[in-house]
């Protein structure tokens, strides 16, 4: 979980200052804490965690500890384009799990995962709702159905060509 950029304490103040004081003499505080941290950055920041840890004696192992327990808190951040492919039946009968496998191939990503280029983060979803378009996935607010492998390589390409 080590941090790529480094974050001046005066900024870090400047954004998490007003979190703490919302939260401080507070009890049972942790969830809505990192969610409100979350939200500053987009995702649990290290040196966030760092901060506010120090600043309300909670230790920051056992934020770190709740952060990984719930799915909805990302450790790190997201990719420009959220691609989110669906694995509900209709998509799966239709060969969801082929074009998954080679989105995750061709970005050099794991579920989960964001391109080093900060481009995509790569996300399976249980159903998109759009099971008469099947295999579908979203990319960013975007629905793209009847996908095949290579049909979904090339939307991908779309998207990093706009940047």
């Known amino acids: ?35 409100d941290i979350q939200k500053e950055y987009g995702y649990v920041a290290e040196e966030a965690v760092t901060y506010v840890s120090r600043k309300m004696d909670i230790s920051a192992s056992e934020m770190f500890g709740v952060a990984t327990f719930y799915a909805m808190f990302r450790l790190q951040p997201e990719g420009k384009y959220v691609i989110r492919i669906c694995r509900g039946t209709a998509c799966h009968v239709q060969g969801s799990a082929s074009v998954a496998e080679e989105v995750a191939r061709h970005l050099g990503i794991e579920e989960g995962e964001t391109t080093e280029d900060g481009i995509f983060t790569l996300q399976h979803v249980a159903c998109l709702g759009c099971c008469s378009l099947a295999p579908v996935m979203m990319v960013g607010d975007n629905v793209h159905g009847l996908l095949t492998p290579p049909k979904s390589i090339e939307i991908l390409e779309d998207y990093r060509k706009k940047g």
Request: charged content about 15%; proline content about 6%.
């Open 1 to 35: 979980m080590s941090s790529t950029t480094t974050v001046s304490s005066n900024e870090l103040s400047q954004r998490l200052d007003p979190i703490v004081q919302r939260y401080q003499g507070k009890k049972g505080i942790t969830i809505p804490l990192l969610a």
